[in-house]
């Protein structure tokens, strides 16, 4: 029996003595009954659990965590409540998750000699369908290595460390199921693809919920347990270099289960409805710019006003009805900006970006109106609500948004509707138009419309609605505008990751789409050792040869060590390269398929000098740029998403189609300059850029009122002006 104390008062020495011996021995009696109560209630628990534990086996389920808990203590209290303030009261405890980490890490040698050993000898059932490759000898059919039983132990210690509720019981020890079984004759890259699908299995499991506190806590984490990881593949590392492989696999799953790209992306969606949205970073490097919390931040709070104020709200319909009013109101609780296409898929993602970026600096809901050939490509980026401006917009006539438009803040200030004043803030609202139109296009080489100067942003703001049409980039301009660079700054500490990061917070392709990506991925990409994508594009106003240009894609390639040199049947023989039998692929993306077929029959005709493996593949060549066909585009969006997948890329100059590829991939490009206008030849092949940011082909002049030409890139540290193109602008950290 348990120490237990009687609280029964003892007699005192002047108690009467007149006591009979029959109640004395009911007394003992009524004692001992008192004393053994606790004794009984324990048993009857226990009884009870047993009873419970039984239904429960008998049932299937998994049971009750906190049963077993109580099953440990006769005294453990009955109240859940209880049970949590005794874990409370352990997590507050000098317990520190790093020392058990560290201590756990010393111990490793021995968990080595208790669980070393194979992990099974069933096949690993891949979630991707095996692509047959024709491969010279080499590793491809080496002998398996013996496999350790440690990881689901390791992941289940993690659990522990980093007080993680999705990872708990059960659930910890099926992600050995995910583990790699290799046979015999599993060759190393169908080890490394198994590998693959067992990080997206762990993924899964991690992060069941896609909440923001997984997320945090996992990026915590990460710095300690990397170690592990590494120590782990070593463990069963592959001779040469199949282990360093299968050691990158695993490890890269710390940044490859941040499914909400550290905060970037809401956890508030359907993953079925989109499944590009938390998958497609998988096929990715992990960003190498961190996310600023303001930043998160911000998206949060412009997400929340988006629902508050989008189509199909009550203030929506508020707002349409000052709209069609023809004035403008002074009480409006919302704010619009709506943007139309100009020219091709790219110009409109670059220019989309730059429209949102200006919403969350002016505190505006964007909507988009959306073309007939531009249907089905996005996903909604926004929870709870929609960016697709209704059909039933009063000002949806696209033809009346040019340059020479009356509602034109240009010409508004030309025609004196607005008029030049000492304090844009003296203006009253309800005196202006219903609306302000921004013609944000490239003219004659500048922004036609002279918008980013402080005085003219603060009579904008006081439009409810505003409609904008650009073909540029122009997020730079919104850096070089005074009263923006603050918030800015503290939005985008890394200047270069704006469209970084913006892109992959706006863009994710549809279902539709998505399988497009995903379906060539797997066939031809996903088991190589590096990818290579060039990016050729012939403008019609600058026309080029296809010798020209092709002799200047292969002047780039030797000049800059992209692609193995070319050698003959005997070095192919004798090579002892490290390099020997890895496979590289190029991906080219061109409406033209000669630069696949010459680039494929050169490496198909000769081997190269260091032994390496190269496949070349074009997913499409349509022969011509198609700007309303929905078909062409998918295919477009599809390509953009591939290059981004690459491991180094090359891109045609001024194609902001390859823009917008090299930033979503964080990677800095080789550009392939144009040659002088009087010359069909360029001087210097290729260039590598300062930065992962798109180029602004027409700054705006920044002397504003003055009318004066600036040249910013000699006065702002974070501006400098282009490799392709000279007189435009870009963002870039020194």
């Not at 490496?603 to 078909?631: D, L, R």
């Not at 194609?655 to 040659?675: E, H």
Request: with cysteine; charged share 25%; proline share 6%.
């Amino acid at each position: 029996m348990i120490g237990h104390t009687s609280s029964r008062p003892v007699a005192s020495s002047t108690t009467t003595t007149g006591l009979t011996t029959s109640n004395q021995a009911a007394s003992k009696k009524e004692k001992r009954s008192r004393q053994s109560e606790p004794s009984r209630q324990h048993t009857d628990q226990n009884e009870s659990l047993k009873k419970k534990r039984r239904s429960r086996d008998d049932a299937g389920g998994e049971g009750d965590e906190m049963d077993v808990k109580r099953s440990r203590s006769p005294r453990a209290p009955a109240d859940a409540e209880d049970d949590k303030k005794r874990a409370t009261g352990w997590r507050g405890s000098g317990v520190r998750p790093e020392m058990v980490l560290l201590g756990f890490l010393l111990t490793l040698p021995l968990l080595f000699l208790v669980f070393g050993g194979r992990w099974g000898s069933s096949s690993f059932p891949s979630s991707t369908p095996a692509v047959s490759r024709h491969v010279a000898a080499g590793d491809r059919g080496a002998t398996p290595q013996k496999q350790s039983k440690l990881l689901p132990v390791l992941f289940l210690f993690f659990n522990t460390v980093s007080g993680s509720s999705s990872l708990t019981g059960r659930r910890a020890w099926e992600f050995s199921r995910f583990a790699p079984r290799f046979p015999d004759g599993f060759g190393v890259y169908e080890q490394e693809q198994a590998s693959s699908s067992c990080r997206q299995q762990f993924c899964t499991i991690f992060l069941p919920h896609g909440g923001e506190a997984d997320s945090d806590r996992f990026s915590k984490t990460s710095s300690l347990i990397r170690s592990c990881f590494y120590l782990v593949h070593w463990h069963y590392g592959h001779a040469n270099h199949g282990g360093a492989r299968r050691r990158r696999a695993l490890t890269g799953s710390l940044e490859f289960c941040d499914k909400l790209l550290g905060g970037l992306l809401s956890a508030g969606f359907d993953e079925s409805s989109c499944q590009s949205r938390y998958k497609s970073n998988l096929y990715r490097k992990p960003s190498p710019f961190p996310l600023s919390p303001y930043l998160a931040q911000k998206l949060r709070k412009y997400e929340a006003y988006h629902k508050k104020c989008g189509p199909g709200t009550k203030r929506y319909q508020r707002a349409i009805k000052q709209l069609k009013s023809g004035r403008n109101s002074d009480d409006s609780e919302c704010q619009y900006v709506v943007w139309f296409p100009c020219n091709g898929l790219g110009n409109r993602m670059l220019t989309i970006a730059s429209t949102f970026l200006y919403a969350l600096l002016t505190d505006r809901v964007l909507l988009t109106h959306v073309a007939p050939e531009q249907e089905g490509l996005f996903c909604e980026p926004f929870p709870g609500s929609s960016w697709v401006l209704p059909g039933d917009f009063p000002e949806n006539n696209p033809h009346k948004l040019h340059i020479g438009a009356p509602e034109s803040y240009a010409n508004m200030l030309k025609n004196n509707v607005i008029r030049h004043v000492d304090d844009p803030s003296s203006v009253q609202a309800s005196s202006l138009p219903a609306y302000v139109y921004l013609h944000v296009e490239q003219f004659q080489l500048k922004l036609s419309d002279n918008v980013f100067c402080d005085e003219d942003q603060v009579m904008l703001r006081k439009f409810n609605w505003m409609i904008l049409k650009s073909d540029s980039y122009f997020a730079p301009a919104l850096f070089l505008t005074p009263m923006f660079e603050e918030e800015l700054a503290k939005m985008f500490p890394q200047k270069e990751a704006v469209f970084h990061h913006l892109g992959r917070y706006l863009f994710h392709p549809t279902n539709r789409v998505w399988g497009i990506i995903r379906r060539y991925y797997e066939a031809y990409l996903a088991r190589v050792d590096e990818k290579i994508g060039f990016q050729i594009r012939i403008f019609p106003e600058k026309p080029i040869k296809f010798e020209n240009m092709y002799d200047q894609v292969m002047r780039c390639i030797r000049e800059q060590h992209l692609l193995p040199e070319l050698g003959n049947a005997e070095t192919a023989t004798n090579t002892t390269a490290a390099e020997a039998g890895k496979v590289k692929a190029v991906l080219i993306a061109s409406l033209y398929s000669g630069y696949y077929e010459k680039i494929r029959g050169m490496y198909y005709e000769s081997p190269t000098k260091s032994g390496e493996i190269v496949a070349v593949f074009q997913p499409s060549h349509e022969e011509q740029q198609q700007y309303t066909s929905n078909e062409h585009n998918q295919k477009a969006l599809a390509e953009i998403y591939l290059l981004s997948y690459c491991d180094k890329i090359a891109m045609s100059a001024w194609s902001t189609f390859g823009y917008v590829a090299y930033s979503f991939a964080g990677v800095k490009p080789w550009i392939l300059l144009r040659p002088d206008w009087n010359k069909e030849v360029s001087e210097v092949a290729c260039v590598r850029s300062t930065s992962v940011e798109p180029c602004l082909h027409s700054p705006p002049q920044l002397g504003c009122r003055a009318k004066r030409d600036v040249d910013v890139a000699t006065v702002k540290p974070y501006v400098r002006h282009c490799e392709d193109v000279g007189f435009g602008l870009k963002l870039f950290d020194s």
